[in-house]
């Protein structure tokens, strides 16, 4: 199985700050990498599609990057509402695996 | 609006089974693949199974491989995980998910609608 390593968690940051998020996979998935976010009680929620493709909808201060085994995940300027855990999901090989997470804080 | 909502969630003992659905609206269901990712509580998100478009095809994570069975029936736009001989590590939150193709082409890359979740709880 392809294991997905999450860095950091959690992570305090204040409003405004540029937030970023790193994932390790354990071998090369090219960009085969999704982001999701997820809020207390809540359904995950699509953002980063194939590595760095935004979801429709979703707001332009995410952004995704990365190939091979290193993949970041970015909030330009991060707002109240960016409370959350984020994680990452590779499709490289079945089984479909996540990242333990990411829960970001306001300081 | 896509909806997935799911039903049939409850309390069981160990060995005991149960059987979700989620019953889908607001797409064509029969052109996505579809998903069923669990959740522990407190804990991070586990990709159970899924199944292609006509339900002919099923993929599982190693530890729920011959005690769970994803189906669909297409008529009536319904996914189905059928669980079995359930442990107390199955208890969780069971999110039923449309799986959407990459831009490569590669089947079910990516989630991109959820439903709100069925709580299972396995406990003695």
């Known amino acids: 199985d392809i294991q997905m390593t999450q860095s950091p968690s959690p992570l305090s940051a204040s409003v405004g700050d540029r937030v970023i998020i790193t994932c390790q996979a354990s071998?090369?998935?090219?960009?085969?990498l999704n982001w999701y976010q997820q809020k207390p009680g809540k359904a995950p929620k699509l953002l980063i599609y194939?590595?760095?493709d935004l979801e429709t909808g979703v707001p332009s201060r995410f952004g995704g990057s990365g190939s091979g085994t290193h993949f970041t995940f970015t909030i330009t300027s991060l707002q109240p509402e960016d409370v959350a855990t984020y994680y990452c999901q590779q499709y490289g090989n079945l089984p479909l695996t996540f990242g333990g997470g990411t829960k970001v804080e306001i300081k | 609006e896509v909806q997935l909502v799911e039903s049939g969630g409850g309390l069981v003992r160990p060995g005991e089974s149960l059987r979700l659905s989620c019953a889908a609206s607001g797409f064509f269901f029969t052109d996505y693949w579809m998903s069923w990712v669990r959740q522990s509580p407190g804990k991070g998100l586990e990709w159970v199974a899924n199944i292609n478009l006509d339900g002919s095809a099923q993929n599982y994570v190693d530890s729920v491989k011959g005690r769970f069975i994803i189906s669909r029936d297409n008529a009536k736009k319904s996914l189905y995980l059928q669980m079995n001989n359930l442990t107390p590590d199955d208890s969780a939150i069971y999110f039923c998910a449309r799986s959407s193709d990459s831009q490569g082409g590669i089947s079910a890359a990516h989630f991109d609608s959820w439903g709100q979740g069925a709580r299972v709880s396995v406990s003695s």
């Open positions: 194939d590595a760095s």
């Open positions: 071998q090369d998935i090219s960009t085969y």
